[in-house]
């Protein structure tokens, strides 16, 4: 009952003080500044705008107002020399303790309060895609903790030095931690927020909410360690710190469970499941000029003699837990006659249970290689029988790339939404591919969730207890797939089959907005100009809206997929931002021409991919639709600017001195030279490819050509020598002149 009476006690008395009151006053105010000046939330969706960006603002303001009143508080006594006298009250330990705590009571009431404040307007913001689920996560994740951690830290220091001078630089240093630039694979770091996500308001959170839990659990132990550490140097009775460390030492349960927390912390922080351990990506120096890109961390191994024919996957998904376990089964050829070394690629997060070949079990090795992007190797012996069936068991959880500058997710598996392709939908075994392979997989999902997959369209075959099993077919190695709760609509007017799929929670706004019509457009305008896609109703083209987890989009095959932040209503009407929103989602449809249906690639001049054809058509498009001084600034001015800037990089060209960085500054060299070469470097040669082989008519006739006839590498990729010799141009006639003069 005595420290119930000294909690009540130091309860009244802190609330008499005109501090507490300004802190939490202070702390309701800070949301305010998250609607415009503070925005540290990635994505620009609605949800991040209101409801997430208020929040991390809150939690900075608040965390200020709270150390602030922590450190008042507890030099309040040293300040009006009272020690002496409480001292001889009550207990200097216990004291602390309760008023610690007290503070800690308070900053939940502030997070209450502050909660209920903005949910209000929140909910009216968001409107039909409010989830009070989610508020509430959002307050107990991103708010609550960090004025808790604050307090516990404020707290710990001053009870280690008693000086308020001190405390202020070493919490000045924890912000600078919490909000700095640091690489993803240390994002643990982020110990305030997980800057750079995008932040969904239409399917879910969930991989987000699962990171911050893990985050916070883990500086709690910190914070918590640290107080408790702290503990033994609340003075006594006069002693100085050392001896109030003797003092108190001889309570065991306060070193020991300050040695508990610390350890559980950095155990955390050393096994953390939700990022790949790959080593930062190395540059490769004799490819500094720009011609192409190289990882150190992959190695190149020698493709076993087989040949994939064929591909059965059974798949079971957790959302719930974010997990899967599955099978696949490969049937293969080897051609050589002999026993063959093999490799299998995976995603680093799941574990191989068993691997059978025709019947037998074979041993096998993980190599525990994580690389980038996200990818392990298994390495096994296939026996030297020429047909083969390989069948492999696996299950774990989706291990998210740490080496992409940003903390990137790609996959994910939650109940509200699943993305799943590559490595994480199953181990992908080396060897060749045959020109008629294919692929068969039944996949179990939530009966709520909507698939759409690659290839025919995903079928239900079976309903299980809250379940639906998927059967999914099509051509290539291996499936891809996105669920959620989505809408489907046929495109109108064009020359082949064109499906839409979208978030239910925009039906309304998605009408409004016209997303249908730039859809719709965007495939006439390829179609007219290139020819048209060989889709039919068995086997369509599926556009897809997936999480704004997901920054960008892309295409595989038959899906093109872009992130929900290109369809919300701010991106697609303002016009100040250009070359974005609705006209990636136009690039992204592009890709079916020039990358999935027509190849282009060239291993002796990685500049030359994909994105060049898309970037110039893209530019086209947007030359006929919105003029050509808008094409020029917002595409060739963009174009000539990214290869500026790259050309202008001192360590391009002074490539000797590269060798003195840290890895991890050479991957970021690495990035801008990959970004500037195939957004800015490729796309310029072909508009001036256009010039000099008579125009734009002239150029749709050779970019026709190549798309109908392909290119001469096989498969049949489209070269940078096959553009050069359908131009009739040669690679010195398209060499790109800096701005700035240099070339």
């Given at each position: ?263 559980s912390g950095a155990g955390l922080y050393f096994r953390q ?198 059967h999914l077919e099509g051509t290539g190695l291996r499936p ?264």
């Amino acid at each position: 009952m005595t420290v119930w009476r000294d909690l009540r006690v130091e309860w009244m008395r802190l609330f008499r003080s005109k501090g507490t009151w300004l802190a939490l006053l202070a702390a309701s105010a800070a949301p305010l500044v998250g609607y415009g000046l503070y925005q540290p939330a990635g994505g620009g969706t609605t949800a991040a705008l209101v409801l997430l960006n208020p929040m991390l603002a809150g939690a900075l303001g608040g965390a200020l107002a709270f150390a602030v009143l922590t450190l008042s508080e507890m030099n309040r006594v040293k300040k009006g020399r009272m020690g002496p006298l409480t001292d001889s009250v009550v207990s200097p330990l216990r004291m602390t303790v309760v008023r610690t705590a007290v503070l800690m009571l308070t900053a939940v009431v502030s997070s209450l309060v502050t909660s209920l404040l903005y949910l209000p307007y929140t909910w009216y913001r968001l409107g039909e895609t409010f989830q009070g689920k989610e508020y509430v996560q959002v307050a107990l994740l991103f708010l609550l903790p960090f004025l808790e951690m604050t307090v516990l830290a404020a707290a710990a220091f001053y009870q280690i030095f008693q000086r308020v001078d001190v405390c202020v630089l070493l919490l000045l240093a924890l912000l600078l931690v919490g909000l700095g630039p640091w690489s993803q694979d240390t994002y643990l770091l982020y110990w305030m927020d997980l800057s750079n996500l995008g932040f969904s308001g239409d399917l879910g959170n969930t991989t987000i909410f699962r990171l911050a839990r893990y985050s916070r659990l883990l500086w709690l132990c910190l914070f918590g360690g640290l107080w408790v550490g702290s503990l033994l140097c609340v003075r006594n009775h006069g002693r100085g710190i050392f001896g109030s460390m003797a003092c108190y030492g001889r309570k065991l349960y306060l070193p020991l469970l300050a040695a508990c927390l610390l350890v559980s912390g950095a155990g955390l922080y050393f096994r953390q499941p939700y990022l790949d351990h790959a080593p930062p990506v190395s540059l490769d120096t004799g490819n500094v000029t720009g011609g192409g890109t190289a990882y150190s961390s992959m190695e190149e191994t020698e493709e076993p003699t087989v040949v994939i024919h064929k591909t059965q996957l059974e798949l079971l998904v957790h959302p719930e837990q974010g997990t899967a376990e599955g099978n696949v089964t490969y049937e293969v050829e080897n051609i050589s006659g002999t026993e063959q070394a093999c490799l299998l690629d995976i995603n680093p997060g799941y574990t191989i249970e068993r691997i059978l070949v025709n019947g037998e079990e074979v041993p096998f090795t993980d190599q525990h290689n994580d690389q980038f992007i996200s990818l392990k190797n298994i390495s096994l012996t296939l026996p030297a029988q020429k047909n083969l069936q390989v069948e492999i068991s696996y299950q774990g959880r989706i291990q998210l790339p740490a080496n992409t500058g940003v903390l990137a997710i790609y996959d994910e598996i939650t109940p509200e939404y699943i993305s799943m392709g590559g490595n994480s939908v199953l181990p992908a075994l080396h060897g060749e591919t045959a020109e008629d392979c294919t692929f068969t997989g039944r996949v179990t999902l939530p009966e709520q969730l909507q698939m759409v997959s690659k290839g025919k369209p995903a079928q239900v075959v079976g309903e299980g207890e809250g379940t639906r099993t998927w059967h999914l077919e099509g051509t290539g190695l291996r499936p891809a797939f996105f669920a959620g709760n989505y809408i489907c609509v046929k495109l109108k007017g064009t020359a082949f089959p064109v499906y839409f799929w979208y978030s239910a929670t925009h039906q309304t706004e998605f009408t409004s907005l016209g997303i249908e019509r730039l859809l719709t457009d965007t495939v006439s305008y390829c179609t007219a100009h290139y020819g048209a896609l060989p889709y039919t109703e068995e086997y369509p083209l599926n556009i897809v809206m997936t999480s704004a987890h997901m920054m960008g989009g892309g295409a595989a095959d038959n899906l093109s997929y872009m992130g929900e932040l290109f369809f919300s209503e701010d991106n697609l009407k303002d016009p100040s931002k250009g070359a974005s929103a609705e006209e990636v989602i136009a690039h992204e449809i592009v890709h079916q021409w020039w990358g999935s249906q027509c190849p282009i690639m060239d291993l002796e001049n990685t500049d030359w991919s994909a994105e060049a054809l898309t970037c110039y058509t893209t530019y086209r498009m947007m030359k006929e639709w919105k003029g050509a001084d808008y094409a020029q600034q917002f595409y060739v001015d963009q174009w000539q600017t990214r290869y500026d800037d790259m050309m202008d990089q001192f360590y391009l060209r002074n490539p000797q001195y590269i060798s003195r960085l840290s890895e991890e500054h050479q991957a970021s060299i690495q990035a801008l030279i990959f970004d500037a070469s195939t957004y800015g470097k490729a796309p310029l040669q072909v508009k001036q490819a256009e010039t000099l082989v008579g125009g734009e008519a002239a150029m749709d006739a050779i970019l026709q050509t190549l798309f109908q006839q392909g290119g001469t590498e096989m498969p049949p990729y489209v070269t940078w020598q096959d553009f050069l010799d359908a131009c009739g141009l040669t690679e010195d006639q398209l060499a790109v002149k800096g701005g700035h003069g240099n070339g």
